[in-house]
């Protein structure tokens, strides 16, 4: 039996991610901020499944928060052999409207915890032979879309460059890229979301399967759905220009899920 860590697990993807490999007999380390939700999460998990359920209270936001993930992602007694880096979230509003404390919270999150956590796990991955780390990142990483987008897109290329550094180890990296799902990201942003197509919304149980069959083949990019896959070979093909005004232009109301 194997060991998953899932970070922001209680909800969304996260949770789905959850769901998945504890059906599959993965015993499980639960990382979110909120304890009680954590707990919850733990018991059902156990008792409908049979697996352990770790819970670690952590804010990724913070010093404390990461170092703490680290050091269990390091501990050789009751190694992880699966860390999925899910823990994420937007700000409304567009460049300038959202303050700078705001925007470097976002990179923390994004950037900073991906990259400690990542290396502290694909570090003791490596030592043992074996192991695997999904990135999540959003097709928002293929457009111009402010630092949403940037940090994403910073996830597929660092992942990427990752996977092409540790070829052979043994460890697989893979940068997971969705689009919208259906989770509490837009109401926690306080983004509407009535003007996204019901055809553009996913479903993240199906999602978490495509991925986890992506990183089953060795891919070090996964676009979890057909139509998303069409129109990421749109944006190839757009004007640069035009995709940034169109983005623009929906970050104030929106944003899109990781």
Excluded at 155 to 167: I, S
Excluded at 235 to 251: C, D, F, N, Y
């Amino acid at each position: 039996m194997t060991r998953a860590l899932i970070t922001g697990s209680t909800a969304g993807i996260g949770a789905a991610f959850a769901r998945r490999l504890a059906a599959d007999g993965h015993d499980l380390v639960l990382v979110a901020r909120d304890t009680e939700r954590l707990r919850e999460q733990a018991t059902e998990l156990h008792d409908r499944h049979g697996i352990e359920a770790e819970v670690l209270t952590a804010d990724l936001a913070g010093e404390q928060g990461i170092t703490a993930v680290e050091r269990r992602l390091g501990d050789t007694r009751s190694p992880v052999d699966l860390l999925v880096n899910n823990a994420g979230f937007g700000n409304k509003g567009a460049y300038l409207d959202v303050p700078v404390a705001d925007e470097l919270t976002m990179l923390k999150v994004h950037c900073e915890a991906v990259l400690r956590l990542t290396s502290a796990a694909a570090a003791a991955m490596r030592e043992r032979g074996r192991g695997g780390v999904v990135n999540v990142a959003s097709v928002a990483a293929f457009v111009p879309r402010g630092t949403y987008g940037a940090s994403k897109a910073w996830v597929v290329q660092f992942t990427q460059g990752a996977a092409r550094d540790l070829a052979g180890s043994g460890v697989r990296l893979m940068a997971l890229c969705p689009g919208f799902v259906r989770t509490e990201f837009h109401e926690r942003a306080g983004m509407g979301t009535e003007s996204i197509p019901r055809w553009m919304w996913l479903d993240a149980d199906k999602l978490v399967a495509a991925a986890l069959a992506d990183l089953a083949r060795g891919r070090t990019l996964s676009v979890p759905d057909p139509r998303y896959k069409a129109l990421l070979g749109v944006v190839k093909l757009a004007p640069r220009a035009l995709l940034g005004g169109v983005s623009s232009r929906a970050g104030r109301k929106y944003g899109p899920r990781h």
